[in-house]
C-alpha cells in the first residue's frame, strides 16, 4: 500500500481538527481509499497546544526548514492564516516539491497567481477546498461538477459569524449590537469582528469562486463590500410583512454587460432555498446554463467541518499524484478582455421617512418616476411613536441601478419632505 | 490543443441535451478547459430524430461496431437506458478502449461490478455521474469532496416524478389518483408510472450512492422498497399540523449494527432542510463523521440538467486521461463483513380509527406500551363524518422499531376497538 506523509502547519481549530481526523481515519483510508497517510511532522510554536492534542514529541518540528526537509513528507498541509509567515512557508514547501494543501481563502484570494506558479515550476498539486464555505465540496462543484456549464449566477450565504447574527436579529427582532454581542459570547464571532460583520471574510471567498466560475480573475479590489453593521431591524421585519428574508449574499454575475462581484445585506423572497440557511449554516446558489439552479448547503466553518474538506483535499492529493490543478491560470489580474460593472442593475427595498399628509406620495413616486424607478410596492406604516411627526414607508421597485437609486435618494432628501432611512438591494 | 471524439448512443431526452451542449459550448470549452471536444459520431434507431437534432448526416452511424471501429471516437457517451443493449453497447465500446459515460442508473446499480472489470482491463474510464440526481454532482461529492468522512446516513428526494405527485398532494389537498393524472397531463409522470411510484427509480441510485457512500455494494434487492400510491391526502394534512411534512425518502444508514437502505413515503419536520424541495426538484442530504450535515439540491432530471452532468463528465474524462475510477471495486454483491439490518430502527407516525368512548385509548396505549412502543404526541380527532361511529386518532412514536411495530398493529386491529389505518416512518 502507498504510503504518505503529512505535515500539518498550525495546530488551531482547523488544523486541530486537521490532525484528529487523520489520525482518527488512519485505518478507514487504508481500507476504503488504499493508502496509508502518516502525519510526519507538525510545526506549531505553542508546543504544549500540539502536544495536548496528541502530536507525539518527535513529531514536533522546531522550524519550516526541518519540515520541507524531510524526505517522508509528501503534502503539506497549511492552517496558519492570513498573508505572513503562512506564505512563505507554502513556497517553501512548494519549492521542495511538496504538494499543498491550505485552507487560507485570504492567500489565495490575493496570492494564488504567485503560488500555483510555484507549484506549477516544481510538479506539485495545490488545493484549497477549504478555504471556502468549510466541508462543502464547492471547489471541487466548480472543477469537476458544474464545468460543463457557462455559470451566470453564483448567491451564496457564505460567512457564519453574520449569517448567525442576521438570524438571531430575525428570530427575536434584536438590534445589531446586542445580536454582536450575544455571537461574541458564544463563541461565533471575535473580539475583533470586522474580517466577519464588515465583509471581509466574504470577498475573498467570492473572489476565489468567483473566479473560477468565470474562468478569469476577479480581484478583491473590484468586489464591492458592504457589512452588516448598518442592518436595522426594523428593515428585517418590515421584509419579512413583505415576503422577503435579510441575508448577507456573495453574488457573482456574469452577464452580456459584465461580471458584477458584490456582497452586501440583500432581501431575498422568503421561499428561496438561501432564505432557510439559518444560523451559522452556509450555502452556494449556482445558475448554470445546462444545469439550472443548484445549491449546496452545509458547514462553512468549525473544526472538523473545514478539516473534512482539508482531508479530503489531501486524500484526492494522495490517491492522484499524476494529476494536478491550476485553475486559478496564475494571473494576478483580470483577462484583459474582462469587464467589470459598476453601476448593476437590481431592485431596491427603500424605507423613507416622510412628512403625513396628502401629495406627499405623490411626489416622492414622482420623484423615482423621474429617476427612470418603477415601483412594485408601496407601503404606509403607522407611526412609530405618538410623537413622530413623519411615518414609515416602504418602497420596493423593479429591477434599476445603483446610479439611478443612488440620485433619486438624494433628490428625495434635499426636497425636504422624505428622508431615504435604508436601501436594501432584493434579488429574485 | 487536445482533441476528443465523443459518440453519443441514443439522442433522446439526455442524449439530445448531451448533443446540444457539446455543439454548442465546444468554443467555451476550447477556451476554458483547453481541449476541443468533438461529437463524432452519433447512434439512434431513429434517423429522422437525431437529423432534426442538427445531427449532420455523416456523423450518423449505422452500427455499434461503427461507432467503436472509428478511431477518431475517445469517448463514449450512453444515453439510450435500460439493461438490453445499452449493456451490449457499453460492453463493446469498453472492449475497444473506449472511455464511457453514462446515464444509466438501472444499469450502473445492476451490472457495474460487469462494466468496471471490463474497464479496468481495458484501461478506460468509466463515468456516471449522470445516472443519479440530473445535475447535482453528488457521485463527484462522495468520490472526491467527502471522502475523508465515515458517512453515517444518506437522506434523498432522488426521484422528481414522486416529489412532484406529492407536492401537488400536499398544496392542494389531491388525492394521489389526481395527483397522478395532473403529473401524467404534465408530462412530469408516465403513462406507466410504476418506475417512479413505485420506487425502483429511487431504489436504483440509492443502491448506487450508499455502495459509494459506505464503500461496499449496497444490491439492489436489499433495498426495501414502498412507493407513494397508498400515501393519503389526510395523512399529509394531519402531518403538517404536528409540523411534518411528507416525503418520499431514499435513505442509507451506516450503524454499527449494519447497513439500512430503504425507500418510502416519510414524515420529516416541516423545518428540515429536505421539507422544503418542491416539485420536481432533488436533494441529497448526508451526514459525515467529520462534515457533519451537508444538502445538494437541484434539478434530478430533464435535458439539459442531466446533460450538464454527462458532459462534466465527458469534459473531466477528457483532461484527465490518466486517471481512471474504479470506485465500485468490481463486486456485485456486499463485502463479505457487511451486515444488512432489516428489522430497523424509526419513529413512526399512526393514524387509527377507533372507538369513541372511554377506556379505548388507555388500550391503545396500552398495546403500544406492550411493545415496547413510547408515545410522544397522541391527537384524537373530531369524525369526519357524522356518521362515522368511530373517529381518527393520531400517534407519533419515539424510535421503536419495524417488527414492534408491524406486532402492534396486528394487535389493535385484532383487538376490535380500533384498526391501524396508516403507519408512516418519521425521520428527525
Redesign the interface.
Known sequence: MKRVGVAILGVGVVGG?TFK?LVD?RE?YQ???NVDIVVESVLDNNRERALSIGVPEEALASSIAEVVANPNVDIVVETIGGCGVAKDFILAALRQGKTVVTANKELICKFSHELEREAKRNSCGLYY?ASCVG???II??LL???????ITSMMGIINGTTNYILTQMAQSGAQYEDALKEAQRLGYAEFNPTADVDGFDASYKLSILSSMAF?TKVPFAKIMREGIREVKATDIAYGKELGYTLKLLAIGKNTEKGIEARVHPTFIPSTH?LA?VNDSYNAVFLT????????????GA?S??T??????D???AAT?S??KYSTFKNTATASPETKFVANFESAYYVRLSVEDRAGVLAKIMGIFGKYGISIVEVAQKGKENETDDRVPLIVITHKSNENAMKNAAAKINASGIGAVESIVRVEK
Open positions: 481538527g481526523t481515519h478507514f481500507k476504503t481509499q477546498e466541508g462543502v465540496p471541487r462543484t469537476d461538477g458544474v464545468q460543463a456549464n457557462h474562468h432555498p432557510s448554470g446554463d445546462a444545469v439550472e439552479d443548484i445549491m449546496l448547503y452545509g458547514r468549525g472538523l467541518p478539516a473534512s474538506a482539508v482531508v479530503s489531501v486524500i484526492f492522484h499524476e494529476i
